[in-house]
């Protein structure tokens, strides 16, 4: 079985039960247990996994949300190229919302149109562009969700509802089953009613979103325009998501 086998399948299992042995790695895939736990290893490294003692463990567990700062340093080379694709999708004269996550973030690092009007709910994607010098910089009020570090509820949904984006930018904890699933209902309400008030409805995801469930279901990946993600995703996923949706693979950043 070839590595990018091993992995798909490693963090597949992972992602779909939480957490997973190498006993059972070694008993499903017929490879020695020391080439496991190194790639284990490989994949802690790179941000895909968590290793704990005998196994592995799932970046984010169903039901157990991973607070904004422990996210930050996860996947980053990923999040940083995914983010350098989603820019140039910005117009010239744009009114454009970035959602919470930690991908979006990092859009303000190749930010290069300032000529814009960006919305937002999450406190550092304000913060980041804040000191770019935009058109527009707008921050929609509502309950502050500190897990997320977003603001949410009725007065969000709100303002949201009466505004007009050329495109929304959006991330998620997991995609599974042509489902865009977050962890929290009320930043998915919110996330949902973005997209709904975009002519262009763009999803961010590095390679750990995939094929993993969690709590909440706020859109459906047959209405999105474009999925971006990058290149640690196996060729296998690659493939059918390509079947699925527009997807765009971000080249590593060199």
Do not use: C
């Not at 020695?32 to 941000?47: F, H, I, P, Y």
């Not at 005998?54 to 996860?74: D, P, Y």
């Not at 949904?157 to 929290?184: C, H, P, V, W, Y």
């Not at 009613?193 to 990946?221: C, G, M, P, W």
């Amino acid at each position: 079985m070839l590595k990018t086998e091993r992995w798909a399948f490693i963090l597949k299992t992972v992602n779909r039960n939480g957490t997973v042995s190498l006993r059972d790695l070694e008993q499903q895939l017929h490879v020695s247990r020391m080439t496991l736990r190194r790639d284990v290893n490989e994949m802690a490294e790179k941000g895909q996994l968590i290793r704990i003692r005998g196994g592995a463990q799932s970046v984010h567990q169903q039901g157990h949300e991973l607070a904004r700062r422990s996210k930050t340093t996860l996947n980053l080379p990923a999040k940083r190229a995914i983010a350098k694709v989603a820019v140039n999708r910005i117009q010239p004269n744009a009114t454009i919302y970035i959602g919470p996550g930690t991908t979006l973030e990092r859009m303000s690092e190749f930010f290069v149109t300032r000529n814009v009007r960006i919305v937002t709910s999450s406190l550092p994607v304000f913060n980041a562009f804040r000191h770019l010098k935009v058109r527009d910089l707008v921050m929609v009020g509502g309950f502050y969700r500190e897990m997320s570090d977003t603001f949410i509820g009725s007065i969000a949904n709100e303002m949201i509802q009466k505004l007009n984006f050329q495109a929304s930018f959006i991330s998620l904890n997991g995609l599974a089953d042509e489902r865009l699933m977050t962890a929290n209902s009320a930043e998915g309400e919110l996330q949902r009613l973005a997209l709904e008030h975009a002519q262009q409805r763009i999803v961010l995801a590095d390679a750990s979103k995939f094929e993993r469930n969690d709590f909440y279901t706020f859109y459906a990946l047959a209405r999105i325009d474009e999925l971006i993600t990058d290149s640690n995703l196996s060729p296998e996923l690659q493939k059918k998501y390509q079947q699925l949706t527009a997807l765009t693979v971000a080249p590593p950043l060199t």
